[in-house]
């Protein structure tokens, strides 16, 4: 370096600079690249928080639906929820339940029309069916054999509603219905039709549909039913 001029001298300095700079800025870009990426652990809480608002806000906007539309249900859509509903806590494992659906109107109207002839019933104005004119209907029969069978039966209809409600579908938990048509004698073909297993009876039902309504929450009495014990 010592024998080069005064010009090449000051070239060699420029490109020197160069290359530090550009070292610096790899050095840079590197340590952010590594500080967007190292805290994975914050990313997965954030979405952890997400999914735990996303499920409030589905429980605290459920309703129960009594009117629907016309729109029917795909299969598709149907075996999301109960895929949704089966997956529910259940005591041992016994998964002591069994459902059947029923997506067929006709049906469901055949059914309803047995039950009202020969029981009294409550068919909603504006409905044409016991069941609010759903153009679905999940009956739940739980293991007589079981004692606590009817809470699994419970839990699982929580999640079935709850996923409904997530995909825009309304659903309304039924005791009424099922209770008569297990007194009606005109019901019995269809109680055979629905097919459950020995040692199993028809606990409730849950309507499915797209709402045709959409009704205020009613009021809870908190401060009544939650107690702390110290």
């Given at each position: 370096?010592?024998?080069?001029?005064?010009?090449?001298?000051?070239?060699?300095?420029?490109?020197?600079m160069k290359c530090i700079k550009t070292l610096l800025f790899?050095?840079?870009?590197?340590?952010?690249?590594?500080?967007?990426?190292?805290?994975?652990?914050?990313?997965?809480?954030?979405?952890t928080t997400s999914d735990a608002e996303a499920i409030e806000r589905v429980i605290m906007a459920r309703r129960s639906i009594r009117q629907y539309t016309d729109r029917t249900l795909s299969r598709d859509t149907l075996q999301q929820i109960l895929i949704a509903a089966v997956n529910a806590p259940n005591g041992q494992n016994r998964q002591a339940y069994e459902l059947r659906v029923v997506d067929n109107p006709q049906l469901l109207q055949?059914?309803?029309?047995?039950?009202?002839?020969?029981t009294e019933v409550r068919i909603r104005k504006g409905t044409s069916t016991i069941f609010a004119g759903a153009p679905c209907v999940?009956?739940?029969?739980?293991d007589t054999t079981y004692d606590i069978s009817a809470i699994?039966?419970?839990?699982?209809?929580?999640?079935?509603?709850?996923?409904?409600?997530?995909?825009?579908?309304?659903?309304?938990?039924?005791?009424?219905?099922?209770?008569q048509m297990i007194k009606s004698k005109a019901c019995a073909p269809y109680m055979e039709r629905l097919g459950f297993s020995t040692d199993y009876e028809?606990?409730?039902?849950?309507?499915l549909g797209f709402p045709a309504e959409?009704?205020?929450?009613?009021?809870?009495?908190?401060?009544?039913k939650?107690?702390?014990?110290e």
């Open positions: 370096v010592m024998n080069l001029n005064l010009m090449q001298k000051l070239l060699l300095i420029n490109m020197y790899s050095l840079l870009g590197a340590t952010l690249l590594s500080g967007c990426t190292a805290p994975s652990t914050q990313t997965n809480e954030t979405a055949e059914i309803s029309d047995a039950v009202a002839s020969d999940v009956f739940i029969a739980r699994d039966c419970g839990l699982l209809g929580e999640n079935l509603i709850l996923k409904a409600w997530s995909m825009g579908i309304g659903s309304c938990c039924m005791a009424g219905p099922t209770r028809l606990l409730y039902c849950i309507t959409s009704p205020d929450a009613k009021p809870r009495k908190y401060d009544e939650i107690r702390f014990v």
